[in-house]
């Protein structure tokens, strides 16, 4: 069964001071590796997709890279408007369509 | 592009009453998915389908649940006899299909259930 962990639950930052969010996996073949960010009473807004270990995505702020075992979600001199909570999902080969997430990361960015 | 829609966003019912949630995918969108997520955990798997069929149904998903995609476009679920543990959001999301890696996959912005 694909299992999805993320580190820690939740975090507190202080206006750039730049920090990393763990996502640990087990899955029986990577198709994909998503981050969303979710807003409190928001469906989850799409950050990246990450295919294959190695990988390195960036966007504003934020990088995203991929191993074998884990993805880091980088924040760089976070702002107070980066505070949310970050979701980590695996889609698996031949295992349909399906995301299997993590429960996230809950940050705060303070000034 | 005016995204996933969801209606309604609240709804609140007395236990033991059906309720219907309407959900818009993204125009051109093949693949529609339903979740489910509650306060403090990550969106549950629910059901998918691609096109009008209804291709995967996760264990979540019992009898009293039913989801339809009629045509292809807009999916309906639909709760009978609401229970209290049904409170939750339940999450729509539409991905374009046909490629071998994953699909970026979009999610609306959910319908809340408060089952009292």
């Known amino acids: 069964e694909d299992q999805v962990t993320q580190s820690p639950e939740a975090l507190r930052l202080q206006e750039g001071e730049s920090s990393s969010l763990n996502c640990s996996y087990t899955v029986s073949g990577l198709r994909g590796l998503f981050w969303y960010r979710q807003d409190p009473g928001k469906g989850p807004e799409f950050l990246f997709t990450l295919y294959s270990a190695g990988e390195e995505k960036e966007k504003e702020r934020l990088k995203a890279t991929l191993t074998k075992k884990e993805s880091f979600l980088h924040i760089t001199a976070p702002k107070p408007e980066d505070s949310a909570t970050y979701l980590c999902a695996v889609q698996a080969k031949g295992g349909g369509n399906k995301l299997t997430f993590g429960t996230g990361t809950q940050l705060k960015v303070e000034l | 592009d005016t995204g996933v829609s969801q209606d309604p966003r609240h709804k609140i019912t007395k236990r033991g009453q059906n309720v219907t949630f309407r959900c818009d995918p993204i125009?051109?969108?093949?693949?529609l998915y339903w979740y489910r997520q509650t306060l403090g955990q990550g969106p549950e798997f629910l059901t998918y389908?691609?096109?009008?069929?209804?291709?995967?149904k996760s264990r979540l998903l019992s009898d009293r649940f039913s989801a339809e995609r009629p045509k292809g476009s807009f999916s309906t679920l639909e709760i009978q006899r609401t229970e209290q543990g049904d409170s939750a959001m339940y999450l729509c999301?539409?991905?374009?299909?046909?490629?071998?890696?994953?699909?970026?996959?979009?999610f609306g912005e959910g319908s809340w259930l408060t089952v009292v």
């Open positions: 999301a539409s991905s374009l299909g046909g490629q071998l890696s994953g699909n970026t996959i979009y």
């Open positions: 125009s051109e969108h093949n693949r």
């Open positions: 389908f691609q096109n009008e069929a209804q291709l995967e």
